[in-house]
């Protein structure tokens, strides 16, 4: 399983997958970290896509991990949501992770993608 962290969390993120041994339960997980969608203050809107369809293309992908900005998010999600990929928007990236470690340990049997998608962007 892989989840799609945003630059300024990724190290964080990381740290706190590796305290967990890579693993959410029996589950493998890494982290794939994704550039900055932040430029001298700015948004690059080339790299917020670019970030958001990689996750979307990959097939073990199981969320995008983002920065909390409402504005980056009117791009992203709507890429994310066609492709059906769950998200956390946070400014911590151990938070973030940690999140995500918890709720795929918590999945039932069934389409993890699906059940992590109903408990983050659809409550």
Same mark, same amino acid.
């Given at each position: 399983?892989t989840?799609y962290?945003?630059?300024?969390?990724?190290a964080? =993120?990381k !740290? @706190?997958?590796? @305290?967990?041994?890579?693993?959410?339960g029996?589950?493998?997980? !890494?982290?794939?970290?994704?550039? /900055?969608p932040?430029?001298?203050k700015?948004?690059?809107?080339a *790299?917020?896509?670019?970030?958001? +369809?990689?996750? *979307?293309?990959?097939?073990?992908?199981v969320?995008?991990?983002?920065s909390?900005?409402? +504005?980056?998010? *009117?791009f992203?999600?709507?890429?994310?949501e *066609?492709?059906?990929v769950?998200?956390?928007?946070?400014?911590?990236?151990?938070? =973030?992770?940690? !999140?995500?470690l918890?709720?795929? @340990? /918590?999945?039932?049997?069934?389409?993890? +993608? @699906?059940?992590?998608?109903?408990?983050l962007?659809?409550a």
């Open positions: 399983m989840a962290v945003e630059a300024p969390l990724c964080a =993120a !740290r @706190e997958l590796a @305290e967990n041994d890579g693993r959410a029996d589950l493998r997980v !890494r982290a794939v970290c994704v550039p /900055s932040h430029e001298a700015k948004l690059n809107l *790299t917020l896509g670019a970030n958001a +369809r990689r996750a *979307t293309e990959d097939s073990t992908s969320a995008y991990l983002e909390l900005d409402p +504005r980056a998010s *009117t992203v999600h709507p890429i994310l *066609t492709a059906e769950p998200w956390i928007s946070e400014n911590s990236g151990a938070a =973030a992770m940690s !999140r995500l918890e709720l795929i @340990e /918590s999945a039932d049997s069934g389409s993890l +993608r @699906e059940q992590l998608r109903e408990d962007n659809e």
